[in-house]
């Protein structure tokens, strides 16, 4: 898949991704921004193809993204996208002032650790199983806006032009495909949170965010 960036001469790298997952965006803004080409391999979860035993050799919890690149083999969005940092340093996502970068990794952590964790698939079908189809909306809800009113908090100070200032960093690439999902699926009023909902316009203006989309991926028309 070609990112919207000048492609570079190096061996294409293998992205194992699900179109709606919000943590494959991530890994596909990161590859983007760094002008990365890569062959998307569509892993459908709501088909079980995550417990196919191709798959779990290559990510033994059975989530989604995964990363081949070589001999290498790294899997969870955090990981992949410190590991692309290192590897790949054209468009730094992490920069080198450390109160700013802290910054980052903090709202990294907070979208990936008490977000979405908590209202993704597995979760969803619980809730749905126990306790019904109208308690999965709420719960969702629930710690969506948690965690949004806790963002919101922590950069209305910092934002410039995105998140931690004018240049695109790893703290947008990870709140813009939570910021999305929010809007999309769990029907947050982003009124709530006036500074995510201007980044949240600004980054859809970027060709490397637009091409992360997951109405644009292979698999979009092709599963649920």
């Known amino acids: 898949m070609a990112s919207p960036s000048k492609i570079l001469s190096l061996p294409k790298l293998t992205l194992y991704s699900y179109w709606r997952s919000s943590c494959s965006q991530r890994v ?49 969005s955090f990981a992949i996208i410190l590991y692309l940092e290192d590897k790949y340093p054209q468009h730094p996502l992490l920069p080198k002032d450390l109160k700013k970068k ?59 032009k995105y998140a931690t200032g004018d240049e695109v960093q790893m703290g947008d690439v990870f709140l813009e495909p939570q910021i999305y999902s ?17 980044l949240h316009e600004a980054y859809m203006e970027i060709p490397a965010f637009q091409a992360a989309l997951p109405e644009r991926q292979p698999d979009a028309h092709s599963s649920s």
Do not use: C
Not at 103 to 127: E, K, R, T, W, Y
Not at 182 to 198: A, E, H, N, W
């Open 28 to 76: 596909r803004i990161a590859l983007n921004l760094k002008g990365l080409d890569y062959e998307y391999k569509a892993v459908n979860l709501l088909k079980g193809e995550q417990s196919n035993p191709e798959f779990v050799k290559i990510n033994p919890i059975k989530y989604v993204p995964a990363l081949v690149d070589g001999d290498a083999v790294i899997a969870d």
């Open 182 to 198: 929010g809007v999309t699926r769990f029907q947050i009023d982003m009124s709530k949170y006036p500074t995510l909902k201007r």
């Open 102 to 160: 802290a910054l980052n990794l903090q709202i990294a952590s907070i979208v990936s650790s008490s977000i979405q964790p908590l209202q993704n698939l597995p979760v969803l079908s619980f809730i749905d199983e126990k306790f019904g189809p109208n308690e999965k909306l709420a719960w969702a809800q629930r710690h969506v806006n948690k965690g949004f009113a806790a963002l919101e908090n922590l950069v209305k100070d910092s934002a410039g």
